[in-house]
């Protein structure tokens, strides 16, 4: 009989037969061991005092078991003990210690490289063999892992989402890469599928509310992995959500608890699935139609197939099982989409604008040069300065300007926006000559042309005063001169002789020109028919 070592029913059954009287070379005939075999157990039970009429309770046959399997452990080898004295260089090549600050980092040596150095180095021959068993048994190096099973949640508690590679489809004559945005909840195993071809953070928020839809509700909490288009900042215990999707799940008043990094245990439920949807929904079929269409078919085999298949783990129909016991713990479902936002940061240039989406949009003064934080949706652009809301400008297309002229400096507003009229009622709030004389000045047909020379006038009104300023323009629009640069000459030379004659706040009558003639000179003449002459 070939060798074969007994177990506790085996060791039991030759001991229930050696407390009835049968002998070593009968059991061996009966098929229960070989006739050596049965005679060591049987010396061992005799060894241990265990009589004829004591019972075979499992702790006896453990005894009598134990004393015959049981060996004592090999010396080590000289090999092992060479390894033992190189433990802590060992250690250090496979597992180095961290490196401090401004040092360089220290890459672990292969276990081949190990091998090599401590025969060429130390002089120390071992088999590799014996050196990778000496690193498991004693280092634990690639030791496996261990695991719990975490309980299934309470209805409606907890949805487990994950991306998942398809393949390719042809798309408007091109050939894309398809995704998929697997949402599974944990309690019925109920699944939703939503293809897509990039994950952005439009496609995590568009497929969710399609999923909500879908099941007819939503849950308390979902568990995404670290996609960059949700978690900013991946950590096992305080992971950063990025803005946008932070304020999704807010929205929809859903907890977040993002996965740990290379840990596809904390989303298992729907982790198994990915290979079950590309083997069952992708693989073999002939997608015809756009990305809507594709999204149909998703969907329907969702609820059909997926849902309508016998759950291995829970032995249910997942749909039958949904709507038995969760879906009436579900909150309700979103009536609108969701208007996903975008942040991002923006320099505030000289000109008093950012650029956001290649469209440009008007700040306050007081944050010339700032790095402000700017959130845009599809209907307006909000500017935030340490998290203070600052301006809000309605959205406009790539090129599009949005201005308030409320933003510029006073006095800056009008020019900049070319507004003709604010210039012309603030220089008539100045006088009515100096309105006059401005309305004339931009009057023509492209009037922001002569704006800044508009804008001298006004200079000049703060400079000499308006009261001046609008007698010298009267006298300018009675010979028709609509000429700023000599108004200023005019009121430049009445100072000048003002301070010469020590008058000061008295405004003399400017001299005559060399060749100026009185206002009567240029009346029209009387005809005869009113007693006039010729």
Known sequence: MSYRELHMLDVKEVLRRWQAGKSARSMERAGVGDRKTVGRYIEAAKALTIGATEE???????????????????????????????????????????????EE??????LTRIHELLGRDFGIKVGYTTLRRFAHAELEFH????????????????????????????????????HALLITLVL??????WPTLTQTVEDVCAGLDAAWWFFGGVVKCVIPDNASSMIIRAHPTSPALGRSFAEYVQARDVLCDAARVEHPQDKARVENQVAY?????????????????????????????????????????????????????????????????????????????????????????????????????????????????IKVHPKKPPGGRSTDPNDYPVGKADYAMRNVDGVKKRAAALGANVGEFAAQLLGGPLPWTRMRQAYALLRI???????????????????????????????????MLEESKELAGKLLPLPKGRFARDTAAFATRSSKKDGGGQ
């Not at 980092?105 to 292969?110: E, G, I, M, N, S």
């Not at 019925?188 to 599928?193: D, I, L, P, Q, T």
């Open 56 to 102: 075979l309770t499992d702790d006896v046959v453990r005894r009598v078991l134990l004393a015959v399997q049981e060996r004592p452990l090999p010396d080590p080898s000289e090999q092992w003990l060479a390894l033992e004295a190189e433990r802590e260089r060992i250690e250090k090549w496979l597992f180095p210690p961290p490196a401090k600050a401004g």
């Open 105 to 110: 980092k220290v890459r672990p040596l292969r």
């Open 461 to 495: 009104c703060d400079r000499y005063g308006a009261e001046r300023v609008d007698s010298v323009c009267a006298r300018a629009l009675g010979f028709g001169v609509l000429d700023v640069s000599r108004i200023e000459r005019m009121l430049k030379t009445a100072k």
């Open 188 to 193: 019925s195993r109920y699944m939703f599928v």
């Open 277 to 389: 949807v590309r083997e069952r929904w992708f693989d073999g079929e002939n997608f015809v139609g756009d990305l809507g269409d594709i999204r149909a078919h998703a969907a329907h085999w969702c609820e059909v197939t997926a849902g309508g298949r016998e759950h291995g783990t829970t032995c249910r129909v997942p749909r039958e099982h949904y709507l038995a016991e969760e879906k009436a713990h579900m909150k309700p479902a979103p009536t609108a989409a969701f208007d996903v936002p975008r942040w991002g940061e923006a320099k505030v240039h000289d000109d008093h604008h950012v650029q956001v989406q290649r469209a440009i949009y008007s700040v306050p003064t007081a944050y010339l040069h700032r790095t402000v934080d700017v959130r845009v949706d599809s209907a307006s652009v909000k500017v935030y300065f340490k998290n203070e809301l």
């Open 143 to 178: 030791k496996k892992r261990s695991t719990v099973r975490i309980a299934d949640c309470g209805p409606g508690e907890e949805a487990q989402m994950d991306f998942g590679q398809m393949g390719y489809v042809v798309i408007d004559g091109v050939k894309r890469k398809l």
